[in-house]
Every structure is written in structure tokens, then in C-alpha cells.
């Protein structure tokens, strides 16, 4: 399945990107190969929310984008400060939050450690405003996760006018 997705968009854009989070390490080493393959290496972002499986695959190649998810509320995030450090080692410089009331404040921290912001889970029109909105440091979210990518637009746009 990823074959003909990759089979589809090889020539086209150089904007498009295909951003995955796999299951197992396994889907992780397939997905390295079948993006080798194809030369689309540079277009993929694989997106885990295990330590251990992240290291596997840096260890398999040096270069394709990583993404550290975290699921947790605020307090679990304030605690993950010790695994910082291990994802500056992996060269995984994003970290991929779940949206919620606080998001403003899991912003900063993630800036105030020097990594770049993805959130996931934004499927309000108050939300995605929110988030488009978040500005800390000149920083601002570098990519939205949202079951409703046609209000996402919408609203994109909207603002644009």
C-alpha cells in the first residue's frame, strides 16, 4: 500500500510530505526501506511515541526526519526532561503534543527547549485558531494533525482574506 501512495506522489511537489506513525519498529524498517526505494527519504517523517523505537531507527539511517510524540498532559510532559537530552542525541528536533486547554504553556516548554512544535488532535475550529495563533520566541507550530483538514483550510484561508 505505501509502494503505490509513494508510486502516486514521486513526481509531484517538492511541498509534499508523508508523515507516519507507525505501530511497531518493524513498519518503521519497511517504511526506511520502501521510502529508500523510492528516493523519498528527504519526504518522509516517521512519528513514535517510544524512545527505544526511535533510536532503532536513527541507528538504520542517519538522516530521515524524526518525530518524538508525547500523549500525556502537562505534568508527563514536565517529567519527560530527562528524555530531552536522549532526543537531541537522536537528532529528533520536533516533538509532536496532543492539543488541549493548556497547549499555550506545552508550547513554551517545548521551545524553551529548543525543539520545534507539532500538535496533534486539533479538531475544533476555536482550536485550530489557537494553535495557528501560538507565537513564542518568533517559534510558531510547524505542523497541525486534525481529523477535519477541510475546516483546517477553510479557516487557513479565511484569515488569509
Not at 521510502?35 to 517523517?45: G, T
Not at 526532561?81 to 488541549?100: M, P, R, W, Y
Request: with cysteine; aromatic share 10%; glycine share 2%.
Amino acid at each position: 500500500m505505501v509502494d503505490e501512495v509513494f508510486q502516486a506522489f514521486k513526481n509531484n511537489s517538492n511541498e509534499v510530505r508523508f508523515s507516519f506513525d507507525i505501530a511497531t519498529k518493524e513498519v518503521g524498517m519497511k517504511l526506511l526501506t520502501t521510502a529508500k526505494e523510492f528516493s523519498l527519504l528527504n519526504k518522509i517523517e516517521i512519528t513514535d511515541k517510544r524512545l527505544k523505537v526511535l533510536s532503532h531507527l536513527r541507528n538504520e539511517n542517519k538522516k530521515v526526519k524524526l518525530i518524538y510524540t508525547l500523549t500525556g498532559d502537562i505534568n508527563i510532559i514536565k517529567d519527560e526532561a530527562q528524555n530531552f537530552k536522549k532526543l537531541k542525541e537522536l537528532d529528533v528536533n520536533i516533538i509532536n503534543i496532543k492539543f488541549s486547554r493548556n497547549i499555550e504553556e506545552l508550547f513554551k516548554i517545548m521551545i524553551d527547549n529548543d525543539f520545534n512544535c507539532y500538535i496533534w488532535g486539533v479538531n475544533t475550529k476555536l482550536g485550530m485558531k489557537k494553535v495557528i495563533e501560538l507565537n513564542y520566541r518568533n517559534k510558531r507550530v510547524e505542523a497541525i494533525y486534525t481529523d477535519y483538514p477541510d475546516k483546517l483550510f477553510d479557516l487557513i484561508n479565511f484569515t488569509k482574506v
